[in-house]
């Protein structure tokens, strides 16, 4: 079971640390995917770490602004978000994939799902 949270309201350009928790399973052997879906939009892709070598990519979108990483000792990947935008705002999204993610914006390559946390940037 992945546990996503640290959402909330923030102000333009504010910044939010999202956590992405497991239970049951040890992320260290899992690649990652940070998704986000704003309201009346589409599920998008926004950060990935790989298991294997600690690879990360960004959306263009969210690049140098967004910091995804993984603390295996606690079993936990963060997404650190700075410069926080009003386009930012949505339902985050964590992801695991347990074999290797050919494609990693495609949400079938993922195994487990977290619930959700909310993001809302205000301007």
């Known amino acids: 079971q992945l546990q996503a949270s640290g959402g909330g309201l923030v102000q333009t350009g504010g910044s939010l640390r999202l956590s992405c928790a497991a239970s049951?399973?040890?992320?260290?052997?899992?690649?990652i995917g940070w998704f986000r879906q704003a309201p009346g939009k589409e599920r998008e892709g926004v950060s990935f770490i790989s298991s294997s070598d600690g690879s990360t990519y960004y959306a263009e979108s969210v690049k140098g602004r967004f910091t995804i990483s993984r603390v295996n000792a606690k079993n936990t990947v963060y997404l650190q978000m700075n410069s926080l935008k009003p386009e930012d705002t949505a339902v985050y999204y964590c992801?695991?994939?347990?074999?290797?993610?050919?494609?990693?914006?495609?949400?079938?390559?993922?195994?487990?799902w977290g619930q959700g946390t909310l993001v809302t940037v205000s301007s």
């Open positions: 992801a695991a994939a347990e074999v290797v993610v050919t494609s990693i914006w495609a949400a079938a390559e993922y195994d487990y």
């Open positions: 049951g399973f040890t992320l260290d052997y899992y690649a």
